[in-house]
């Protein structure tokens, strides 16, 4: 192996590669549940490739294979991808890109590429780590998107497979590693309490609208009693505090 090669397989780097390896191959499962959820082969392509962040990929397909509306399926998703703005933020200080770099790293922030930069403590190791994680998981997660998609299609009736629903329970199992303190899960069980409440009430695809507007409330009450509504952002005061 070259000394190049050498000098950028760092840990950063390893750790970038190995979360999109683990991240992307999840893409297959997004292929197929889209097929199931009424998407056809290339809708389903397009929306990994321009939408590209999973917990929003997987919230619109679930919206449609619960019978909302396009439209509401778009904002559900656009009010689960607010976070990736939030992350852009924290990615443009810390690493300080140039003007050309900005849109393609615009594209590639997301928790992964995030999580892997932020937890760099030497600043040649986060732009190694954000850019690992997020091009690896960008082209295997299309890569398998197109696997996935292709299954889908071959496997007829969804419903005849037991899918029909399985595009709600993939969000679950992406969303529950995330409830990691006792706040979130009282928010999560409020929000499913409200989804609850509102799916007997009201069209199929606005419950998730309602219930994604009370976490939002919640988090601006949070940030004006200026206590952070995410892990990462305690983090953050806990280390300016010190």
């Known amino acids: 192996m070259s000394r190049p090669a050498l000098r950028w397989m760092t840990p950063a780097t ?85 003007a050309l770099q900005v849109p393609l790293m615009a594209h590639v922030t997301i928790d992964e590429s995030t999580a892997t930069s932020l937890s760099q403590s030497v600043p040649a190791e986060r732009v190694r780590g954000f850019w690992t994680a997020g091009l690896g998981v960008f082209l295997l997660w299309n890569l398998f998107t197109v696997v996935g998609a292709l299954l889908g299609e071959s496997l007829g009736d969804p419903a005849a497979w037991g899918l029909d629903g399985a595009a709600v329970a993939a969000f679950l199992g992406l969303l529950w590693p995330r409830l990691k303190g006792m706040e979130p899960q009282l928010i999560a069980v409020a929000a499913a309490v409200v989804t609850a409440i509102a799916v007997p009430l009201t069209p199929a695809g606005i419950p998730i609208l309602i219930s994604a507007a009370c976490a939002v409330v919640f988090a601006v009450a949070s940030y004006r009693r200026g206590e952070p509504a995410t892990e990462h952002g305690r983090r953050e005061q806990i280390d300016r505090r010190q």
Do not use: D, E
Not at 22 to 40: D, V
């Open 14 to 98: 390893k750790m970038g590669a190995s979360i999109a390896i683990a991240t992307g191959l999840y893409g297959i499962s997004f292929g197929a549940l889209s097929i199931a959820a009424g998407l056809n082969f290339w809708q389903t392509v397009l929306l990994s490739a321009i939408m590209f962040t999973g917990g929003s990929q997987f919230a619109f397909i679930g919206v449609i294979a619960g019978g909302g509306t396009p439209g509401a399926a778009f904002t559900a998703a656009s009010l689960l991808g607010v976070r990736n703005a939030v992350y852009g933020m924290q990615i443009k200080q810390t690493l300080r890109p140039s």
